[in-house]
């Protein structure tokens, strides 16, 4: 069977299987912070009304400023986009005909932005159960090309790496002249974080992108920043249309990133889950990817190939993502999300009468 490519958006799955959907579903396959918006969004939504009626500031001063202070940058080292998915859309842009390296698996978006520019593209592939890069011929396929995708955190395995490899990988790719664009959309669901944040106003060969819409569950207004050296952001930004970011999620952005309490909570919260669940794994015979953040991978090793397990999921309105379009797993894993403890707990137990009949 061929399944659809899909990723938060379940009643398009269902309809392109052909599937009855059960009357209660519950989404697995989309990262987003199970404890909802910051409380802060919906107490002034009411009053950010009056900010529709006018053009958005298309430079976004206050957002910048607010990123500034919050992740001890410089503004001008800044430049925020419509979401981090824009800003992949004006980095492949600016990338248009070269020649690119994806660390694979991640995030299917920048292969296919990337195709739309005619860049050539190849693949480092890791593998489990470490998922760890392979420095000798990462280096050489570094050196062969003009620019490196690499997601850190990784999604979908979860993977965090350490504080020597990211460093590597970034001397590396200075040292080529290679232009290295690290994703850290989900850093900041990790306890102890591994930012290169500060590193990218400091080279012209690094880029770090950032996403608000997972942690503050704002993946409808749309929010994202790109950090770099100043020269390279504008090139980048050139080809962004103006007003590009909304009046709300300016106003909604600054408010997120001053509300550390929700962040904080959030992390304990995924942590917490993300041992009880991996617990039961390990217990019931189910592979896990060794994930700092807020999903994981599983399989059932009895199974090369997970689509029965996905399917049975499935018909019980439990919709996790199958990795058949993500290079280096081919559907020998499922991706979940860490929701709230009930779904979690839905989930389990789904998988423990899996086991059960097989
Ligand atoms: C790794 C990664 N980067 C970037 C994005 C895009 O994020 P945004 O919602 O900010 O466009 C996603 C969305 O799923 C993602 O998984």
């Given at each position: 069977?061929?399944?659809?490519?899909?990723?938060?958006?379940?009643?398009?799955?269902?309809?392109?299987?052909?599937?009855?959907?059960?009357?209660?579903l519950?989404d697995?396959?989309?990262?987003?912070?199970?404890?909802?918006?910051p409380?802060?969004?919906?107490?002034?939504?009411?009053?950010?009304?009056?900010?529709?009626?006018?053009?958005?500031?298309?430079?976004?001063?206050?957002?910048?400023?607010?990123?500034?202070?919050?992740?001890?940058?410089?503004?001008s080292n800044?430049?925020?986009?419509?979401?981090?998915?824009?800003?992949?859309s004006?980095?492949?842009r600016?990338?248009?005909?070269?020649?690119?390296?994806?660390?694979?698996?991640?995030?299917?978006e920048?292969a296919?932005?990337?195709?739309?520019?005619?860049?050539t593209?190849?693949?480092?592939?890791?593998?489990?159960?470490?998922?760890?890069?392979?420095?000798?011929?990462?280096?050489?396929?570094?050196?062969?090309?003009?620019?490196?995708?690499?997601?850190?955190?990784n999604?979908?395995?979860?993977?965090?790496?350490?504080?020597s490899?990211?460093?590597?990988?970034?001397?590396?790719?200075?040292?080529?002249?290679?232009?290295?664009?690290?994703?850290?959309?989900?850093?900041?669901?990790s306890?102890?974080?591994?930012?290169?944040?500060?590193?990218?106003?400091?080279?012209?060969?690094?880029?770090?992108?950032?996403s608000?819409?997972?942690?503050?569950?704002?993946?409808?207004?749309?929010?994202?920043?790109?950090?770099g050296?100043?020269?390279t952001?504008?090139?980048?930004?050139?080809?962004q249309?103006?007003?590009?970011i909304?009046?709300?999620a300016?106003?909604?952005?600054?408010?997120?990133?001053?509300?550390?309490?929700?962040?904080?909570?959030t992390?304990?919260?995924?942590?917490?889950?993300?041992?009880?669940?991996?617990?039961?794994?390990?217990?019931?015979?189910f592979?896990h990817?060794?994930?700092?953040?807020?999903?994981?991978?599983?399989?059932?090793?009895?199974?090369?190939?997970q689509?029965?397990?996905?399917?049975?999921?499935?018909?019980?309105?439990?919709?996790?993502?199958?990795?058949?379009?993500?290079?280096?797993?081919?559907?020998?894993?499922?991706?979940?999300?860490?929701?709230?403890e009930?779904?979690?707990?839905?989930?389990?137990?789904?998988?423990?009468?899996?086991?059960?009949?097989?």
């Open positions: 069977m061929q399944l659809p490519a899909h990723g938060s958006n379940p009643d398009h799955l269902f309809k392109a299987l052909e599937m009855e959907q059960p009357a209660k519950v697995f396959s989309a990262n987003i912070n199970p404890l909802g918006t409380a802060a969004i919906q107490h002034h939504w009411q009053g950010w009304l009056i900010d529709i009626e006018d053009y958005p500031d298309p430079s976004a001063s206050e957002l910048k400023q607010t990123i500034a202070v919050h992740e001890g940058v410089a503004e800044l430049l925020p986009g419509n979401g981090a998915s824009e800003l992949i004006l980095i492949a600016y990338l248009h005909g070269k020649k690119v390296l994806i660390i694979h698996p991640a995030f299917s920048y296919s932005v990337c195709k739309n520019e005619s860049c593209i190849f693949y480092h592939i890791v593998h489990p159960p470490h998922w760890q890069l392979e420095k000798a011929a990462l280096q050489q396929e570094i050196e062969a090309v003009d620019a490196v995708f690499f997601c850190h955190p999604n979908p395995t979860g993977v965090q790496y350490d504080r490899t990211i460093d590597w990988l970034i001397a590396a790719c200075e040292q080529a002249k290679t232009l290295l664009i690290i994703d850290e959309a989900f850093y900041d669901f306890s102890n974080p591994v930012t290169s944040i500060k590193k990218a106003g400091q080279s012209p060969f690094l880029l770090v992108l950032r608000l819409t997972k942690m503050y569950r704002i993946a409808g207004l749309r929010l994202g920043f790109l950090a050296q100043p020269k952001l504008e090139k980048i930004g050139k080809t249309p103006h007003w590009s909304n009046a709300i300016l106003q909604a952005g600054s408010l997120c990133l001053q509300d550390r309490r929700h962040s904080e909570q992390r304990a919260y995924i942590e917490a889950e993300r041992k009880r669940l991996c617990s039961f794994f390990k217990k019931k015979g592979l990817s060794p994930s700092a953040v807020n999903f994981y991978l599983i399989k059932d090793p009895s199974l090369d190939d689509q029965d397990l996905f399917l049975y999921l499935l018909r019980k309105g439990l919709v996790l993502r199958h990795t058949y379009n993500f290079p280096g797993l081919e559907g020998g894993w499922l991706r979940a999300a860490i929701k709230k009930a779904e979690n707990n839905l989930l389990m137990e789904a998988l423990s009468e899996w086991k059960k009949g097989n």
